[in-house]
């Protein structure tokens, strides 16, 4: 670094108030301040170690872009969306689920890593999402699950605004990229799971709705069942509604050709299970084994402690902004991109069968012959 670069860190560092500025990072770094504008926003043909020692510089000055100056300089106002809009007009909180909360807690950080803000949007609303999201200025949005031909997203690309999907699509959904598990795998291990634990006939808790996630693991169920030979056993509720898993959970468990495991879909589907299994009087892992898809700790303090398959929501909604934003930037792929996320089965007590105790005799002390 050169002196004088040397004398702008110091001055950074000694301001109490005040706050490192565009200028005061191209000194410290040496370069100019078109340089470090360049290698901020990703623009310019820049090599790759001048970004980023701009970008450590910047980040060692605590330097954040001014939003007011960068609205004037692009006509962008620094703000991105995110919502979920599989359920369509039906009240739905997406955030009070582990899955949406851990995924826009990542997203905020990588939208702020980048100098943009998050905007969580209403997933319903009596008036038409439209109305509700023109007032405010998005320069993109992700949009977590879109139902199949979903209007929402379908409206926003008409407006030219990039749509980023945590989710496969369903058909021509035209999203500028997507990020998803590979759910067909999931399901198939977690299945073969249940079944090497001692399974033999396994039930699934779905979905009505027509997200890819629901549509994809289901299907993957009955695949599954057919090509071990078993009829499927499984009852689809909605699943916005707080309510319905349990009554869902309860008929599964109340049907003659009742289940020995049972993989839920979805987050609460553990616990409504777990309660219908008493009702029943139904031991688990003894009688019945069980898996649901979470993010939440609470499944590690069950009794007993459900496995959880997790799809690992922070890696999804770092990487959404990340496409959305190098969208919105010019600097992503002029082609749809594609990524799968790996899951994870966190194997806990209630998918694994005890093996029955047996009691082992003291060896024998051999006869003495006279």
């Given at each position: 670094?050169?002196?004088?670069?040397?004398?702008?860190?110091?001055?950074?560092?000694?301001?109490?108030?005040?706050?490192?500025g565009?200028?005061?990072?191209?000194?410290?770094?040496?370069?100019?301040?078109?340089?470090?504008?360049?290698?901020?926003?990703?623009?310019?043909?820049?090599?790759?170690?001048?970004?980023?020692?701009?970008?450590?510089?910047?980040?060692?000055?605590?330097?954040?872009p001014?939003?007011?100056?960068?609205?004037?300089?692009?006509?962008?106002?620094?703000?991105?969306?995110?919502?979920?809009?599989?359920?369509?007009?039906?009240p739905?909180?997406?955030?009070?689920?582990?899955y949406?909360?851990?995924?826009?807690?990542?997203?905020?950080?990588?939208?702020?890593?980048?100098?943009?803000?998050?905007v969580?949007?209403?997933?319903?609303?009596?008036?038409?999402?439209?109305?509700?999201?023109?007032?405010?200025?998005?320069?993109?949005?992700?949009?977590?699950?879109?139902?199949?031909?979903?209007?929402?997203?379908?409206?926003?690309?008409?407006?030219?605004?990039?749509?980023?999907?945590?989710?496969?699509?369903?058909?021509?959904?035209?999203?500028?990229?997507?990020?998803?598990?590979?759910?067909?795998?999931?399901?198939?291990?977690?299945?073969?799971?249940?079944?090497?634990?001692?399974?033999?006939?396994?039930?699934?808790?779905?979905?009505?709705?027509t997200?890819?996630?629901?549509?994809?693991?289901?299907?993957?169920?009955?695949?599954?069942?057919?090509?071990?030979?078993?009829?499927?056993?499984?009852?689809?509720?909605?699943?916005?509604?707080?309510?319905?898993?349990?009554?869902?959970?309860?008929?599964?468990?109340?049907?003659?050709?009742?289940?020995?495991?049972?993989?839920?879909?979805f987050?609460?589907?553990g616990?409504?299970?777990?309660?219908?299994?008493?009702?029943?009087?139904?031991?688990?892992p003894?009688?019945?084994?069980?898996?649901?898809?979470?993010?939440?700790?609470?499944?590690?303090?069950?009794?007993?402690?459900?496995?959880?398959?997790?799809?690992?929501?922070?890696?999804?909604?770092?990487?959404?902004?990340?496409?959305?934003?190098?969208?919105?930037?010019?600097?992503?792929?002029?082609?749809?991109?594609?990524?799968?996320?790996?899951t994870?089965?966190?194997?806990?007590?209630?998918?694994?069968?005890?093996?029955?105790?047996?009691?082992?005799?003291?060896?024998?002390?051999?006869?003495?012959?006279?």
């Amino acid at each position: 670094m050169t002196a004088a670069g040397k004398h702008q860190v110091g001055r950074a560092r000694g301001r109490r108030l005040g706050r490192a500025g565009i200028r005061d990072v191209a000194a410290a770094a040496g370069v100019s301040i078109t340089t470090v504008s360049d290698a901020l926003n990703g623009k310019g043909r820049l090599p790759d170690a001048t970004r980023r020692h701009v970008r450590e510089v910047a980040d060692r000055l605590g330097y954040r872009p001014s939003a007011a100056a960068r609205t004037l300089r692009t006509g962008k106002s620094g703000l991105i969306g995110l919502t979920v809009t599989t359920y369509g007009e039906e009240p739905f909180t997406f955030t009070e689920f582990a899955y949406f909360a851990e995924m826009a807690r990542a997203a905020s950080s990588a939208a702020l890593a980048r100098g943009y803000a998050l905007v969580i949007l209403p997933g319903s609303t009596r008036q038409s999402p439209y109305d509700v999201w023109s007032n405010v200025a998005l320069d993109g949005t992700v949009v977590i699950d879109p139902s199949d031909r979903d209007p929402v997203v379908t409206e926003l690309v008409r407006q030219g605004i990039p749509v980023v999907s945590d989710g496969r699509p369903c058909g021509e959904l035209p999203v500028t990229a997507w990020v998803d598990n590979d759910h067909e795998a999931a399901v198939t291990g977690l299945l073969d799971h249940l079944a090497a634990a001692g399974a033999r006939r396994i039930g699934l808790l779905t979905g009505t709705s027509t997200d890819t996630y629901t549509r994809l693991s289901t299907s993957a169920y009955l695949q599954w069942c057919e090509r071990a030979g078993q009829d499927p056993v499984y009852e689809a509720y909605p699943a916005h509604d707080p309510c319905a898993g349990a009554v869902a959970a309860d008929r599964l468990l109340a049907r003659p050709d009742r289940p020995d495991a049972v993989y839920g879909l979805f987050d609460p589907n553990g616990t409504d299970l777990l309660a219908a299994a008493r009702r029943y009087g139904l031991r688990v892992p003894d009688d019945l084994l069980l898996v649901c898809c979470s993010e939440s700790a609470v499944y590690a303090t069950t009794e007993p402690p459900i496995t959880t398959l997790s799809l690992k929501p922070g890696r999804i909604g770092t990487t959404v902004v990340q496409l959305l934003i190098d969208a919105i930037e010019g600097t992503g792929s002029s082609r749809p991109v594609h990524r799968i996320m790996p899951t994870d089965l966190i194997v806990r007590t209630s998918s694994q069968r005890r093996r029955p105790r047996t009691t082992v005799s003291a060896p024998r002390s051999p006869e003495r012959r006279d």
